[in-house]
């Protein structure tokens, strides 16, 4: 760890005043996208990079940080107050912090819910930050072969744990692989795939790919059923609980940030996994596990710390590898990508004026988000009424003009469209989104580096086997992909058996 540098980059964060006001806004529109139910992180993310084209890198990627951080928080806030999780990521949340609204403690639910956030994004946040630059140093004895088995890794994890089916999952992972190849050939410059388009030479851009993932699918399933929300009507009271209760959750807030941590860095998780794994280990060390739902701090405090935890374990392989350890952290990347920045351990190296200030965002991100949380609960709080007929409008005119400001081309807002209803119809029938995104962003690694690994070899498929951290990332994917396999299988027959015989019930 440069010392110097991340002092440097805290300075550079926390000292202007320009900086500061882009992480306020990052957070708190976060947390606002967040709450809203049907709305993303990814989304926001997604929807916010194009308006970062004109600002100072630095500005734009620390206001994506904040965005990032107060997305994943604000999810408990509708799980807690209407008990509809703004995002897969408050899920978990609601089993408790609903349960507790019903009993006149949602002030105390969201009091909770925000510290155990703060403290979970903190210490991912520091673990991020003192465990990237080690990881980067290793990673820089990476050559062709390592980096395709490596995304050789993360692909076939993504693919087998998105979604019930294995086999939608491998669709979905192929679709997404098929549209990194439509332009010029990066090794030959031959074009490929155009069918005569002067428009497609330069390729399918990723933020308009990634706007119609998750903006304009958003966009269709919002207009299939305008949802109006249940107006709030709690009253929020005792916001901040006792240090009694806190004090009594804090093994329980560092165990599932620990756990969020190790689960954000395995590419293909997600915040929603971190959470339910937390939610789980907290109910099953428990002195009391038959009270978890019946609305406790603790049923709060891990899904709540676990998730935001996972937020800067996500970040760590992005960084330092190249490889997004989520759907937010692949936007991300591309994020940086469009900003001439290439993830990965040469990004410490030659852009450290970059990566450490993205540090300090995310640390200072967590202390901001404590403050705009307690701060502004009413606010949130009220913020979920937004009348569907009123919002929906407004995201397709952010997804419209986001797509067309990559190159001011409405060629990209045609494109965007189709792979937005694409992406609606795949997800009506139960293929997954997350296979797509990983697809695009990783896809031009797969290739790349899997035709330079055998220029190298003369054409020899051995080169991947006979490096050792190459055929490790091998085996160990293959590893995964089966236990995975057998994983769902298992969950598949369960549930058929369980359908079986409510079926067998209802007919007695």
């Not at 990476?142 to 993504?158: D, N, T, V, Y």
């Not at 852009?351 to 609960?377: D, R």
């Amino acid at each position: 760890m440069d010392w110097n540098l991340l002092l440097a980059g805290f300075g550079k964060v926390m000292l202007n005043p320009v900086n500061l006001l882009f992480v306020f806004i990052g957070v708190t529109s976060g947390i606002i996208v967040g709450a809203l139910p049907g709305l993303t992180a990814t989304m926001g993310v997604a929807l916010l990079i194009p308006f970062t084209f004109g600002l100072d890198p630095v500005q734009g990627l620390v206001m994506l940080v904040g965005l990032f951080t107060g997305g994943i928080y604000g999810a408990c806030i509708s799980s807690i107050l209407i008990g509809i999780p703004g995002t897969p990521a408050g899920a978990a949340t609601l089993l408790d912090g609903y349960t507790m609204n019903k009993k006149g403690q949602a002030g105390k639910a969201m009091g909770m819910a925000v510290i155990a956030s703060w403290f979970g994004g903190t210490i991912g946040a520091l673990i991020m930050t003192f465990a990237s630059p080690q990881i980067a140093k290793v990673a820089l004895e990476f050559g062709p072969p390592e980096f395709f088995s490596l995304a050789f890794f993360g692909l076939g994890i993504i693919i087998t744990v998105s979604g019930k089916s294995i086999l939608k999952g491998l669709i979905s992972g192929i679709f997404g692989l098929m549209l990194p190849l439509v332009g010029f050939d990066p090794l030959s410059g031959a074009p490929r795939f155009t069918f005569g388009s002067m428009e497609l030479l330069g390729g399918i851009t990723l933020i308009p790919a990634l706007i119609g993932l998750f903006g304009y699918s958003q966009v269709f399933q919002g207009i299939e059923k305008i949802l109006i929300l249940p107006a709030v009507k709690t009253e929020l009271k005792n916001l901040i609980p006792k240090l009694s209760e806190i004090k009594s959750v804090i093994p329980t807030m560092l165990k599932s940030s620990l756990f969020g941590v190790f689960i954000g860095a395995v590419p293909g998780t997600g915040t929603d996994i971190a959470a339910f794994v937390s939610y789980g280990e907290a109910k099953r060390s428990s002195k009391h596990p038959e009270r978890f739902g019946t609305g406790i701090l603790e049923g709060v405090a891990a899904p709540e710390s676990g998730n935001n935890a996972c937020a800067g374990g996500a970040m760590v392989p992005m960084l330092t590898l190249g490889v997004p350890g989520d759907a937010v952290t692949a936007v991300l990347m591309g994020a940086l990508t469009i900003h001439n920045f290439q993830p990965g351990p040469m990004l410490f190296r030659d852009h450290p004026q970059v990566v450490y200030p993205i540090f300090a965002a995310m640390i200072l991100a967590q202390f901001v988000m404590l403050f705009v949380g307690l701060g502004g609960a009413q606010f949130f709080a009220r913020m979920i009424n937004i009348d569907r007929r009123i919002l929906t409008p407004i995201i397709f005119l952010l997804c419209v003009v986001g797509s067309y400001a990559m190159r001011f081309s409405f060629f990209d807002v045609g494109v965007s469209l189709i792979i937005g209803i694409i992406a609606y119809f795949m997800n009506y029938y139960g293929y997954p989104g997350s296979p797509i995104l990983l697809s695009i962003i990783l896809g031009p690694m797969v290739e790349q580096n899997l035709r330079r690994s055998l220029i190298i070899s003369h054409g020899d498929p051995t080169i991947f086997f006979t490096r050792p951290i190459s055929v490790a990332f091998i085996i160990i994917g293959i590893f995964i992909m089966i236990t995975s396999y057998y994983r769902v299988k298992k969950a598949m027959d369960r549930e058929a058996q369980s359908s079986s015989a409510q079926e067998k019930e209802e007919a007695n």
